[in-house]
């Protein structure tokens, strides 16, 4: 009777057992959100506790609160229901960390750490340094295998705010009747269980509607967004970032281009009001507006990444950074690494000094293609032969990189190579002035 017991607990320990663990910060400041899968409908609870706090006076208990879940049907060809449960935990002190365990009440996660430092939205500001992992195009398979290890490492050993991911997951989310985006949420989650995991959509996620990204990817809310996770924008340390959508200029429907446009230029508008606090501007998103490879092949539409699908994107967007005094723009897609100069309308804007790797009192926006994470679409892309004539440093290795905004005036950020564990490049931004286009 025992055995039968134990065998049958065994054999359902994988369905209530919760996997697939990120978190996020939310719309509000000291909040974190965890979400979690199961594959029976049970309930959703988060306990934590705060930990190695400035103050004695914290208490150290552990408090239980109630998420919820919903059933989600991730199947194609078949009906695989999941539940995906999110909960959010809410009062974090930036002076703490924060043990916490998901689970049903019976049966819990490990425990896992998260630091209480999140964007910062109201008085007293938290102007210092921050520091971001970027990385795009990330999949299963053996070339993605690299980055996990060095990313897994560097999340034990060094102390970084957030993860910013410019589009395009597991390859895909949807893919083995969702099974591939299961593996994909499993293999990130000894990152994604101590760090803000901030996501927005690139083309892999378009499977009907975005409907995977949207359900298995809760990220800040506004107004505009209505909750679909396309397009977002926080404060943290001395800079304002802003995490987009370019899908809307890929889809036949341009009723979220203009939504997103008109949130885009208010967000930028309230950026720019807050420039004494936080001077940098930093937008990220999955297609790019300016890369060299195969540019020189227009016509191969196969080919049409960085010629005329970055032209196009190029007439929506070069204006409205420029104008606004953006700082650097983030991109993927194109599945290698490639460092770009001060660029507007197509040519290289000289800064007050220029070296190979750093500006100072840059002109116009800096654009870096992050797109060579790695993943089941076989090696990545050759570089350009012919590199265009902004291009400062490429490369086809796999990788990703680390954002750090000093202070009001120094930024740095370093690519690394994931196989070869070392710093393949790196470049400092020094500003002259909060906003170069005022
Ligand atoms: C996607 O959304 C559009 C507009 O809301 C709708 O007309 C269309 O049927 C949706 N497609 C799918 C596959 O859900
Ligand atoms: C917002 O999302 C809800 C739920 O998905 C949907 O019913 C509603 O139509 C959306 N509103 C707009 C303005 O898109
Ligand atoms: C979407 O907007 C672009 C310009 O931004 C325009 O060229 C295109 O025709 C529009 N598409 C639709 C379907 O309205
Ligand atoms: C961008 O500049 C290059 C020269 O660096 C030129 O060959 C190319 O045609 C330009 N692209 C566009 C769209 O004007
Ligand atoms: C800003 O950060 C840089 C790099 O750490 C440092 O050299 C510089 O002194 C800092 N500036 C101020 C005003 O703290
Ligand atoms: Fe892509």
Not at 29 to 55: F, H, Q
Not at 211 to 233: C, D, I, Q, V, W
């Amino acid at each position: 009777m025992l055995c039968v017991f134990l065998i049958a607990s065994t054999v359902y320990a994988g369905y209530l057992y919760p996997e697939q663990i990120h978190l996020s910060w939310t719309e509000n400041e000291g909040e974190m959100r965890a979400m979690w899968v199961t594959y029976l409908p049970v309930s959703s609870v988060i306990s934590y506790r705060p930990i190695l706090c400035n103050s004695i006076a914290n208490p150290t208990e552990w408090t239980n609160i109630q998420g919820s879940s919903i059933s989600f049907n991730e199947g194609q060809t078949i009906t695989r229901i999941q539940y995906i449960h999110t909960g959010v935990i809410t009062g974090l002190n930036e002076n703490c960390y924060y043990e916490y365990s998901v689970g049903d009440g019976l049966f819990w996660s490990d425990i896992y750490v998260f630091s209480g430092r999140t964007p910062d939205y109201s008085a007293p500001f938290n102007t210092k340094e921050v520091e971001m992992i970027i990385i795009g195009d990330w999949g299963t398979g053996h070339n993605g295998v690299y980055t996990k290890h060095l990313l897994s490492q560097e999340s034990k050993i060094r102390d970084f705010d957030g993860i910013l991911h410019v589009g395009d997951f597991a390859y895909d989310l949807h893919n083995e009747n969702g099974r591939v985006g299961d593996r994909w949420l499993n293999i990130i989650e000894p990152i994604a269980t101590s760090f803000a995991y901030m996501t927005l959509p690139g083309n892999h996620e378009g499977h009907k509607n975005f409907t995977h990204y949207k359900t298995r990817f809760n990220m800040p809310l506004n107004e505009a967004n209505n909750g679909t996770s396309y397009f977002y924008s926080f404060d943290m340390g001395p800079a304002h970032f802003i995490m987009m959508n370019t899908e809307v200029y890929f889809d036949d429907s341009n009723v979220t281009a203009i939504t997103q446009m008109n949130w885009l230029l208010d967000d930028l508008n309230k950026a720019n009001n807050n420039r004494e606090l936080r001077p940098w501007l930093i937008v990220l998103s999955h297609h790019p507006l300016y890369c060299s490879v195969n540019w020189e092949l227009p016509l191969l539409q196969s080919n049409g990444d960085c010629g005329p699908d970055a032209v196009m994107l190029q007439k929506n967007l070069d204006d409205v950074f420029y104008k606004n005094g953006v700082d650097l723009y983030f991109q993927a897609h194109v599945h290698n690494y490639e460092r770009e100069a001060a660029i507007y309308k197509n040519l290289t804007v000289p800064s007050e000094y220029d070296g190979p790797n750093i500006h100072i009192g840059p002109k116009a926006p800096i654009y870096i293609t992050n797109g060579n994470a790695g993943n089941y679409e076989g090696h990545n892309d050759p570089t350009s032969p012919t590199p265009q004539d902004w291009a400062q440093f490429w490369s086809n290795d796999y990788g990703y990189g680390r954002l750090i905004v000093y202070n009001n005036t120094h930024l740095y950020y370093e690519h690394y190579s994931s196989p070869d564990v070392s710093c393949m490049d790196h470049v400092w931004v020094i500003k002259t002035q909060n906003r170069y286009n005022s």
